[in-house]
């Protein structure tokens, strides 16, 4: 076939609008579309053409179900696509723990720098005590009864604020740690926000973001 | 002008949808749907098919909004193609019985609904137009295989013709329209 022949590319671009181009036929020629800008062109116009046609059909409106499962349907696609941190996909799951997360305390100790310093319990959906943190120029984090996990696992603590997720470090499963802070994320702590905790790969979540399950949340109240 | 207007906001729709906008995808359903499911049902005749198509349709509009290249046609026109060839392989897959006179005639309405001609005034007069003055058997083996999503052979099996026969009536006939349209 001359795939050049202007005719040809007319009869076959109208053709394949129209839909009686079919088989492999319409599967090479599909291909040369994906490859051919003049094709392409060619067989927009007939598209317009078609839904032109379409368009003299008066109107019916589709019965609500269609919408309903189609709106389900999306919503488990967007969920799906998310890779890493994205707000809406932890909103969620921190709007699910928040109603039974962390015991929050906050007392400003006089002789401290202008910065607050905040307690927290952090508990699991169930109320069990994970940790106990105190946040002020750095975090200080004391085990009480989070499980220990396997050895490829970790726990990161994270800080949820403004649609942007801030690793705050890794806890530990028994004893004590200190996570530093630098000034910048003290003074963001000390404005408030949400702080969560997920299980992740040892060592802490890629750089993408946070990808696995939410245990913990709690929210951060300044002042 | 109408068409303008509603082209470019059915445009900004389908950009939004791109970025996941879902209130924009909602809209844009809501402003287009009416139109491509009464294509479908015309096309599909069974209303669970029509449904299904419309939904798979719909579903692919959303994951491949960022497709769309509004410098290649209207957003429209992009929807409605996606409808038509879901439901044209639907039938072929699926087979069907032979198709009979009801595939030409109900549901074809010349439509004075506003949006319809708000969607291409001009063009889709002089579509009409250009039509009606191709010879009757080449107006009929195009609608057949339009509107009914047929194929050369049920277009011939149904005109009680040689495909080859309705082969040239359908070529000569989109030939007759893109000069009439004046393209």
Request: a negative charge.
């Amino acid at each position: 076939m001359n795939y050049r022949d202007p005719q040809l590319i007319e009869a076959l671009a109208a053709e394949y609008a129209l839909g009686t181009l079919q088989g492999a036929a319409r599967g090479r020629f599909e291909q040369l579309r994906s490859e051919r800008e003049d094709i392409d062109r060619e067989t927009s116009y007939w598209e317009d053409v078609m839904s032109q046609l379409a368009l003299r059909i008066a109107p019916i409106a589709p019965p609500e179900k269609v919408w309903q499962r189609l709106h389900a349907g999306v919503r488990q696609l967007s969920h799906r696509n998310d890779t890493g941190m994205k707000p809406s996909w932890f909103a969620a799951a921190a709007a699910v723990l928040l109603g039974v997360a962390g015991v929050f305390i906050a007392q400003r100790l006089d002789d401290a720098p202008a910065l607050m310093q905040h307690v927290a319990i952090l508990q699991d959906a169930e109320h069990n005590a994970l940790w106990h943190l105190k946040v002020g120029e750095s975090i200080d984090v004391r085990h009480i009864g989070a499980e220990i996990l396997t050895e490829d696992k970790d726990y990161e603590l994270w800080l949820l604020t403004d649609g942007d997720a801030i690793s705050l470090g890794l806890l530990p499963e028994s004893g004590s740690a200190q996570l530093e802070l630098s000034p910048a994320l003290q003074r963001q702590l000390d404005g408030g926000g949400t702080i969560a905790v997920t299980i992740e790969p040892a060592g802490g979540a890629p750089p993408s973001g946070a990808t696995g399950p939410v245990i913990s949340v709690a929210p951060l109240v300044a002042g | 002008m109408a068409t303008d207007v509603e082209r470019r906001r059915l445009t900004r729709l389908l950009h939004k949808t791109a970025d996941g906008d879902d209130a924009a995808f909602r809209t844009l359903y809501e402003r287009t749907a009416g139109h491509v499911y009464a294509l479908l049902r015309q096309m599909l005749r069974a209303e669970a098919q029509a449904e299904e198509v419309l939904q798979d349709t719909y579903l692919a509009v959303w994951m491949r909004a960022g497709e769309f290249r509004a410098s290649r046609g209207s957003a429209m026109t992009w929807v409605i193609t996606i409808a038509r060839y879901k439901a044209i392989d639907l039938i072929r897959r699926r087979g069907r019985e032979v198709i009979t006179d009801e595939f030409l005639e109900p549901a074809i309405s010349e439509s004075e609904e506003p949006l319809a001609l708000a969607m291409g005034s001009d063009s889709a007069a002089m579509l009409m137009e250009c039509m009606d003055v191709l010879g009757a058997q080449e107006r009929r083996s195009i609608e057949l295989a339009f509107f009914g999503g047929a194929s050369h052979p049920e277009v011939a099996q149904f005109l009680g013709k040689p495909v080859g026969t309705v082969k040239s009536w359908i070529r000569r006939g989109l030939q007759s329209l893109k000069r009439c349209l004046g393209a």
